[in-house]
């Protein structure tokens, strides 16, 4: 097969925070906010995915319920120089760790939905409150947080304007400085899709070669597997920024 030509490249991909690109532009201040929050490794770390890597992972991934671990096998060369098939394990505490997302098993992943709700027009939002949640209907440093958030972290490929509820609910969390359990969150998905035996595009390819890399510190790198994703880029900081603004009284969070 080609390079990932079943997979979207714009999904799980790392985010532009650089206060080079934003602060010439509307985002600066978001954009420092985000730097400063705890997602902000999970959506800027560039690590690099090599695909071989990352298929062999989902085509060996395993779920052990009593033990709320993931399983899989990655591929290494031994001090032969001979390919060798390892075993490696993670459970949410290990993403957590890896992500640096901080907080605790503790944390809630659900948000009472009139908070959200509320929130989101102190935002801004010029959309219907029961209708789609789209990132076109807010204040533009709004707009390029959830455009951060959905692209780095939600579990779906495609449908980049609309937001679902557990993404909704992180927006919420950060702009209101609340803890929201995004580990748990990106596990259930990965769980999800190791149950699903999907394979019709790998999930989190980001977050899957950065717990490959954690767990196997000398895993073969090689050039020629490196898989590119379509990242964010100061050309898409200025379409963001581009169309009307939403008036509100001031910028929260």
């Not at 985010?15 to 420092?32: E, P, S």
């Not at 705890?38 to 989902?58: G, N, P």
């Not at 954690?214 to 590119?228: S, T, Y």
């Amino acid at each position: 097969m080609g390079k990932a030509s079943d997979w979207d490249k714009s999904h799980n991909i790392y985010c532009l925070l650089d206060a080079h690109y934003t602060d010439k532009i509307v985002f600066g201040v978001i954009a420092n906010f985000l730097r400063e929050s705890k997602i902000t490794k999970a959506l800027t770390d560039k690590t690099i995915v090599y695909e071989s890597h990352v298929r062999q992972f989902w085509s060996s991934a395993r779920y052990e319920e009593k033990e709320k671990m993931i399983y899989s096998v990655v591929r290494k060369k031994d001090e032969n120089g001979q390919d060798v098939d390892l075993e490696i394990k993670f459970n949410v505490g290990d993403l957590r760790r890896a992500l640096e997302l901080g907080g605790s098993d503790n944390d809630p992943t659900v948000i009472p939905e009139p908070l959200c709700k509320g929130l989101w027009c102190k935002m801004g939002f010029t959309g219907h409150l029961n209708g789609k949640m789209r990132k076109t209907m807010f204040r533009h440093p709004y707009k390029f947080m959830i455009h951060c958030v959905v692209h780095a972290l939600s579990h779906r490929k495609g449908a980049y304007d609309e937001t679902s509820d557990y993404i909704m609910n992180i927006i919420t969390c950060l702009v209101l400085n609340r803890p929201y359990n995004v580990s748990k969150a990106i596990f259930e998905y990965l769980v999800e899709n190791v149950r699903a035996r999907s394979t019709k595009y790998i999930m989190y390819l980001r977050f899957i070669m950065m717990m490959i890399v954690d767990l196997v510190k000398d895993i073969q790198k090689d050039n020629d597997d490196v898989l590119g994703l379509r990242n964010m880029t100061a050309d898409t900081l200025c379409r963001l920024a581009k169309g009307p603004e939403p008036r509100v009284k001031r910028m929260i969070c």
